[in-house]
């Protein structure tokens, strides 16, 4: 007597990767089970894991702060290396296309009120190369120190407001009565000495000896006065700015560190504008 065997009617599923339909799979993650390709496949401690559940994984680990509350980070300071980027590449413009578009970035009290723009796009032009070397290494060598302390929004939002303060401050002192009003001002200088400021806070908060650069901002803030053509008004500005957003930030109580912060930012930012309406009003 003979047994039957049952025929055969389908064939084993062939493994695909999930991300990639078309790609044949036999190796599988050791997390999810699911095929995985030589695409998404990440090494392991033990095995080989999807790229699906290294992500789920890095996710689920808490993000490292710093005492300031900013996200620690390893690798480049990348606000830094942007804003060098932009000016950089501002400066090789205007070296192509000539004084016509630094013409219509540049600031002076006499425009700004028809053309507020000019009052943050200023900080990105230089006045020469020397000019723009000099403030892009004053900004690497502080700025390397700073971003990461603070985080990436609080930097960032710390140099566009001193920057911003800088001109603001050239307002402020400016009269319509004289050549002031009509005088061009150029340059992230306004900007560095508000990120001056905020190292040396930085540095007094965290218990170290903060004594080179207080003199560092001294010797610089006094070269306005006596070298010609440098903004003594937009160093003062862009300093102070520098130094009360500085002060919220790394003071702040840690339960309550990003609300003060926010509120610190835009207050600062809402203070800059009414004091540049009152200024244009009574002008």
Known sequence: MSAQIPEQTGTAEVPVCPRHPGVVSY????RCGRPACAQCQRPAAVGIQCVDCVREAQARVPSTRTVF????????PVVTLTIIGICVAVYLLVAVFGGSLQQHLVFAPGVGDVQPYRFLTSAFLHGGVLHLALNMYALWIVGSVVEPALGRWRYAALYLLSA???SVAVLLLASPDNSS???????????VFGLFAAIFLVLRRLGRDATQILVLIAL???LGFVVAGISWQAHLGGAVVGAVLAASYVYAPQERRTLVSGLATAGMLAVLVVLTMLKYALA
Request: hydrophobic share 40%.
């Open 27 to 30: 190796v599988r993650c050791q």
């Open 69 to 76: 509350g900013g996200r620690a980070r390893h690798g480049r």
């Open 164 to 166: 911003l303060g800088g």
């Open 181 to 191: 009003w009509f005088t061009a001002v150029v340059g992230a200088s306004g900007a």
């Open 220 to 222: 610089n803030f006094g």
